[in-house]
């Protein structure tokens, strides 16, 4: 029997800056609509792991599909083009802009045939509706609070449609109640959509509970692929990655 | 009368102007018409992209070279189509060689390549000819150029709303946004920098060709000259870059006092524009039209006029993609 295309997979992925090996033959097979979360302390390669993932940085070595497609080397259009739509650590927009045309510019750039015969700016509304953003459509994004950036960076992410969507450290910086509204979000935007989502974030409790997998990441490598109460028990992590932070 | 009737009008008004105006008050005209055209084809690649490019003296010489070079043996719009075509190409060279470059280096290396081009030619003249520097052989009339000129520069405002309201011209809002974002987003950036760097310097070009006529007597030092693109930058970026009014009114006004101070008070002009430049810079990002629109509350030309409350409620719309979600942008 044919097994399955996965949405995305990752071979043997090496990001190398001068001598600093940031990332080391990472490994990975995601499906359509699966949920995906990487923690690693700081300096892991997380970061470097989506810039690979986006055409952002060119891999030094490994190969990168999606559908089957061979993306690795080709720049950050073509991935968005493709479907891979991402958020940065720090919330980049399109300077003061406001809101709703932030999202626009997603769909008329990266959305291409993925659109279909819908509406642009009914589309861009929905997403804004979605993230709860809706009565701040027309102020200029440099208005809204660092909350709100980050909310408006995952709507503008889902204005090209995605087929994978990358978080950084989406819920850094958030209040408790801010960062269950984020996880509840992420888990909808799987269900509703149908979106693949790998999350990164720093702070470990609210990813454990939402997502279906944990990629562990240190010193660049991967050292632990499985369900999220086997990463909890797992010895290499505990040492590397929780024991770290219990130490401090 | 509408505001489209009124352009229409002020422009028949410039096209009967040869045959009213006094050959000072033509020449004059003929300056203005030069920096507006070169202001405006300048604002529609530097002002959305922020990438500031010092190139146009290079174009604009470029495109000199090519009407002392060509005429008479070529019509005048075939000068001009090759001034035009020669600019656009060798920006597309630079364009190509410049992508990994930030802003602040591309202006320096637009600025060394302008210089590069003028010694090259110095160079080439030199060892091909054995003089340096050329007379224009049988220059067209200055009803032509002027006409030309004028042609030249409501093309170029033609030129700056197409862009504007086109996906290039969001393609370079978002460059000049965030590059970086406008790539994960769907922007080919490389493309998006050098069409419109190639476009605005096609109008460099051609704007060299036919001002450079008016000289009768083209050399490296001149056609290059650097005043062209220092003037031109701040034109735009004292007019303000966002806004088509912008540059052409600092076009009329800058050109006027360039002519009624450069001979008599040359000092005092280059203060006047350093000062104005400086003040631009400092406090009126948008320019002196930015302010004019500021106060006045009109959007500028290339933001999309916001349109009041939700949509109406039409074909509901999913958030998700069509259910196929075959390999797309072929």
Redesign the interface.
Known sequence: MLEALPLLEVRDLSVRFGGLRALSGVTLRLCDAELLGVIGPNGAGKTTFFHAMSGVVPPTSGRLRLAGEDLTGRPPHVYARRGVARTFQTPRLLGELPVLDQVLFAIRFGAGRRLGKDDPRQLAHALLRRVGLSAQAHRPATELPPAGQRLLEIAVALGTRPRLLLLDEVAAGLTEAEVAQVSSLIAAIRHELGVAVIWIEHAVGALLRTVDRVLVLHHGEAIADAAPREVVRNARVLDAYLGAEAAT | MTRGALLLAAVAALAALPWLASPFLLSLAMACLMYAGLAVSWSFFSGPSRYLSLGVSAFFGLGAYCSAWGLPALPWPAALLLGAAIAAAFATAVGLLTLRLSGAQFAVITFGLGELVKYAVTWVEKSLFGTVGRIVADPPQDRTVYLTLLVLAVSAALAYRAVARS?LG??L??I???E???????????QARVMGFALSAAFAGAIGAAASVRWTYVDPRTAFDPFIVFQTVLIAMVGGPARLGGPVAAAVALTLLAELLRLRLPYLYMIVLGTLLVLSVLFLPDGLSGLWAARRGTPRLNE?A??PG??AP??P??????AA?G???A
């Open positions: 996906r969001l393609a809002r978002g000049g946004a965030d970086l974002r406008a790539a994960t987003l769907g922007v080919d950036a490389r999309p916001p349109e939700d949509p039409g074909r719309v999913s958030m998700a993609p069509p979600r390999p797309d942008h």
